[in-house]
T-cell receptor
Framework: DTEVTQTPKHLVMGMTNKKSLKCEQHMGHRAMYWYKQKAKKPPELMFVYSYEKLSINESVPSRFSPECPNSSLLNLHLHALQPEDSALYLC???????????????FGSGTRLTVV | AQSVTQPDIHITVSEGASLELRCNYSYGATPYLFWYVQSPGQGLQLLLKYFSGDTLVQGIKGFEAEFKRSQSSFNLRKPSVHWSDAAEYFCAVGKAAGNKLTFGGGTRVLVKP
């Protein structure tokens, strides 16, 4: 299995809703990432988990709450979002470490989130 | 801090013609460089990557890229484009010992019949 699977593919939620995005990989990658991508813009890093521990939080608002329950699964919990949070949310994974052969990110297809 | 610049926001090319996308990076040491392609509404697919060694890198879908340290560039090329190459292309740089991947602004490629 060489894929990063993200569910759902599309999500519409109200500003008072609570929802979660899910990301799963079975490649043995121990670094997992959440990126946010607005239309016609490059992806922006939100969070990094390394060996199931949060290692980078790019000053993301607390209405986004990441969780890494195990080495294969990454969640992004959403609560009280704003319309400007509508975007494509991408998950990625890679083998951590300094070796060049390990330095390959695999991206999922993303969840298209619309906040109404 | 590392940064990536893609000078061309849009490029239109005729099917069968050659394509070159420019990428300039700013980084203090030898960077890890990547090119990704993104079709509308899709995730990112890795085309190729450069870490060290031969400065001409071959990738998937007939793409290649050349690393030029003196120009801080990593330009992507394809000799003959197909209509399916219409997409957004992102150049990215990563640190050798870090977790962050920094993307350029992207270049949108349109292919004319």
């Amino acid at each position: 299995d060489t894929e990063v699977t993200q569910t759902p593919k599309h999500l519409v939620m109200g500003m008072t809703n609570k929802k979660s995005l899910k990301c799963e990989q079975h490649m043995g990658h121990r670094a997992m990432y959440w990126y946010k991508q607005k239309a016609k813009k490059p992806p922006e890093l939100m969070f990094v988990y390394s060996y199931e521990k949060l290692s980078i939080n790019e000053s993301v608002p607390s209405r986004f709450s990441p969780e890494c329950p195990n080495s294969s699964l990454l969640n992004l919990h959403l609560h009280a979002l704003q319309p400007e949070d509508s975007a494509l949310y991408l998950c990625a994974s890679r083998l951590p470490g300094q070796g060049a052969t390990n330095y390959g990110y695999t991206f999922g297809s993303g969840t298209r989130l619309t906040v109404v | 801090a590392q940064s990536v610049t893609q000078p061309d926001i849009h490029i239109t090319v005729s099917e069968g013609a050659s394509l070159e996308l420019r990428c300039n990076y700013s980084y203090g040491a030898t960077p890890y460089l990547f090119w990704y392609v993104q079709s509308p509404g899709q995730g990112l697919q890795l085309l190729l990557k450069y870490f060290s060694g031969d400065t001409l890198v071959q990738g998937i879908k007939g793409f290649e890229a050349e690393f030029k340290r003196s120009q801080s560039s990593f330009n992507l090329r394809k000799p003959s484009v197909h209509w399916s190459d219409a997409a957004e292309y992102f150049c990215a740089v990563g640190k050798a010992a870090g977790n962050k991947l920094t993307f350029g602004g992207g270049t949108r490629v349109l292919v004319k019949p």
